[in-house]
């Protein structure tokens, strides 16, 4: 029994790695569907809930551009919110 299990999960491992070349691949093919943006912060103030308002419509706005030639919804909204979590990151270390 032992053997089996073992053996079930080394295919699931074997699968699981042979998938990952795939999906690399299809990063690869999506990273030319992107708008290059940016997102201007030198006038806000982050410190206040006006600035982080101001912010976020921003980054609204950058994430949809950025994203705008995605086809596939599913794929559009995680790259609208990946753009939105990696500029509120950037955002808050700029803060620290």
Do not use: Q, W
Request: with cysteine.
């Amino acid at each position: 029994m032992t053997a089996n299990f073992t053996a079930r999960i080394a295919g699931a491992a074997t699968l699981a790695l042979a998938v990952l070349p795939a999906v690399a691949l299809a990063t690869a093919a999506h990273a030319e569907t992107h708008v290059p943006t940016s997102v201007r912060v030198a006038d806000l103030d982050l410190a206040t809930p006006a600035g982080h308002a101001a912010f976020a419509r921003r980054a609204d706005a950058a994430a949809r551009l950025y994203c705008s030639r995605e086809v596939a919804l599913d794929l559009k909204a995680g790259c609208e919110a990946a753009v939105r979590a990696e500029l509120s990151d950037k955002a808050g270390r700029h803060l620290a």
